[in-house]
């Protein structure tokens, strides 16, 4: 955690592409509005997936090339239990249009989806999902 970006309950290290490429290219919009998300739910909000670049989108989702992490506009997020159930509506209530919920196996593995992607054709916004 540190005072000198606009979103400091977030790392650079979580936000960055976990393949290798070290490409951080998370939007500062939808960074703001994470941030602003984080200081309301009260509690750390791990991001186990934030920037992808295209070819490790490709390898990670069914999305492709093209998915909701590689515009720099979704995380995921690890949580579960009650504070999904918390998480999930302060997200609603913030804005965050595009909701995946994993929410089966280890604990630790599950997570909540949360983007602000522009709607497309094949992908439209607001939508709920599972995996
Ligand atoms: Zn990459």
Redesign the pocket.
């Given at each position: 955690m540190s005072d000198s970006t606009p979103w400091p309950h977030f790392s650079e290290s979580e936000l960055t592409?976990h393949?290798?490429?070290r490409?951080q290219e998370m939007d500062k919009n939808f960074l703001t509005k994470l941030e602003a998300l984080r200081v309301a739910f009260g509690k750390p909000m791990p991001v186990t997936s934030g920037f992808?670049?295209p070819?490790?989108n490709a390898q990670a989702s069914h999305t492709g090339l093209s998915g909701p992490h590689t515009t720099g506009k979704a995380v995921d997020i690890q949580v579960s239990g009650e504070d999904a159930y918390h998480l999930l509506a302060m997200a609603l209530a913030h804005g965050f249009t595009g909701v995946g919920l994993s929410q089966s196996g280890l604990r630790q593995h599950r997570f909540l989806h949360l983007d602000m992607i522009e709607p497309s054709p094949g992908r439209p916004r607001p939508f709920v999902w599972t995996y």
């Open positions: 592409c393949c290798g490429c490409r992808r670049c070819m490790h």
